[in-house]
């Protein structure tokens, strides 16, 4: 079994909590801004952004296919816009935010994240990132793709 440990901050008393809070917080500004510039310039729009390598090189959209308009849906309340664009958008990037916020308590606290999965879990994971993307590429099921 593979034990997986976020490394907690340093315990010196010296260091303090908001020091401590830096790396989350220079992570959080740096998405923050880049999310302002998708939720600003619309990746609908062609130009602003570089196609995905697997769809321009092979013509297979990948599990992350539809993901910055799917972010641009969802800075602007279209829920159901950022599921046509990609369905699992929403669970990734509120996926993203609970470890984000994991990690922010993790070193305001000052203390390990301690999360033991199973070994079968790179499997499973694995397994159903290539169900989606074979999913997403049969012909006619356009429910699951991008465009």
């Known amino acids: ?20 809070l830096a790396p989350p917080l220079l992570l959080a500004a740096g998405v923050a801004a880049a999310t302002v510039y ?15 390598p697997s769809y321009a090189i092979a013509g297979i959209w990948c599990p992350g296919c539809g993901m910055l308009r799917a972010t641009h849906d969802l800075t602007h309340l279209d829920l159901a816009g950022a599921m046509a664009r990609n369905p699992i958008a929403p669970a990734v990037l509120l996926g993203m935010v609970v470890l984000w916020l994991a990690w922010t308590w993790s070193r305001w606290t000052a203390r ?24 997403r590429n049969v012909p006619g099921w356009t429910w699951l793709s991008p465009a």
């Open 112 to 135: 390990p994240i301690r999360w033991q999965p199973g070994t079968w879990s790179p499997y499973v994971v694995g397994g159903l990132v290539l169900a989606f993307t074979i999913a």
């Open 38 to 52: 998708v939720h600003q310039v619309d990746p609908n729009q062609p130009g602003h952004y570089p196609l995905c």
């Open 1 to 20: 079994m593979v034990a997986i440990e976020l490394e907690a901050a340093p315990t010196d008393p010296a260091t303090g909590r908001w020091r401590r």
